[in-house]
């Protein structure tokens, strides 16, 4: 008998990697803090309800600083102590638009993949 694999790829558990688009795509909608789009990411459909690895995240958005994708302000509050504001950058405005022609051509690549699939009996 076959030992069960946990974390298999074809149960979803790279889906990960399309963390970057994801929290790029909310911060289209405008400035956030990391807490809010952490918060906000478990909406998202790519989380599935699901919170993420708040760690993770925080280091993506560091990369992202690092990689000129956003930048990062702190913003004063009269409520609690100062947040990081993160917004996107053009570089990162141009990314989002890469972000959607990649996604768009393997949503298609994808869709054929799944077709082949079901006609195999799979």
Do not use: F
């Not at 509050?77 to 405005?93: M, N």
Request: glycine share 6%; proline share 5%.
């Amino acid at each position: 008998m076959a030992a069960k694999r946990i974390g298999c790829a074809c149960e979803g558990h790279t889906l990960d990697r399309l963390l970057q688009p994801t929290v790029m795509a909310l911060l289209t909608e405008g400035p956030s803090h990391g807490y809010a789009l952490v918060d906000r990411l478990k909406d998202s459909p790519m989380m599935d309800g699901n919170p993420p690895d708040s760690t993770g995240v925080y280091r993506l958005l560091n990369r992202l600083q690092n990689e000129e994708m956003v930048s990062c302000n702190w913003s004063e509050s009269d409520q609690g102590p100062s947040k990081r504001v993160y917004d996107l950058t053009t570089a990162g405005r141009d990314c989002v638009a890469k972000w959607t022609k990649t996604l768009d051509a393997y949503r298609r690549n994808i869709a054929r993949l799944v077709a082949t699939l079901h006609e195999a009996n799979l």
